[in-house]
T-cell receptor, first 111, second 113 residues
């Protein structure tokens, strides 16, 4: 099993550009999450989903959008990239009551 | 609300030294508690967990006991190795929150030979 797959691994964006971070899991988990990790700040929840067609905001949703049309996929969209969105982004999934399985991360730099 | 506070780093130890990384939490209800480890350039991996008071999670020589009376979940290892060098995150999963996890800020551990 591949687990949680994130693409791309690295990306440099110019201010104002848009992009989609892809996340796919093959474990049939209902719950999926997007976090950002800034140095010394731990992980902050951006958006999460408890099942296909259901999404909700986390702690830091501004500047991001998500969709969950299938159980497997949970893409994260940045519409107008800003330097404050420079970070490492992690996608995670879980069946309820268990620990997260994390993807390997996407390192995004906005210049 | 829900939050996790963990010991600030960085922590530097010699090989075979004893490790303790402190973690305390605030939660509504009865959370599950976790330790995750992140090796350089990688995502977070589950190290151990405990789902109720007095449970002890253990894995790879690491242990942590869920202490409800002190709201703590300290990570310990009796003899660290160079390969244990990583960042360690304490986390909680609170009930009725869509299975959201709340993470501490992480503690960087470096083990020197």
């Amino acid at each position: 099993n591949a687990g949680v797959t994130q693409t791309p691994k690295f990306r440099i964006l110019k201010i104002g550009q848009s992009m989609t971070l892809q996340c796919t899991q093959d474990m049939n988990h209902n719950y999926m999450y997007w976090y950002r990790q800034d140095p010394g700040m731990g992980l902050k929840l951006i958006y999460y989903s408890v099942g296909a067609g259901i999404t909700d905001k986390g702690e830091v949703p501004n500047g991001y959008n998500v969709s969950r049309s299938t159980t497997e996929d949970f893409p994260l969209r940045l519409e107008l990239a800003a330097p404050s969105q420079t970070s490492v982004y992690f996608c995670a999934s879980t069946p309820e009551g268990y620990g997260y399985t994390f993807g390997s991360g996407t390192r995004l730099t906005v210049v | 609300g829900n939050s996790v506070t963990q010991m600030e780093g960085p922590v530097t130890l010699s090989e075979e030294a004893f490790l303790t990384i402190n973690c305390t939490y605030t939660a509504t209800g009865y959370p599950s508690l976790f330790w995750y480890v992140q090796y350089p350039g990688e995502g977070l991996q589950l190290l151990l967990k405990a789902t109720k008071a007095d449970d002890k999670g253990s894995n790879k020589g690491f242990e942590a006991t869920y202490r409800k009376e002190t709201t703590s979940f300290h990570l310990e290892k009796g003899s660290v190795q160079v390969s244990d060098s990583a960042v360690y995150f304490c986390a909680l999963s609170a009930p009725n929150t869509g299975n959201q996890f709340y993470f501490g800020t992480g503690t960087s551990l470096t083990v020197i030979p």
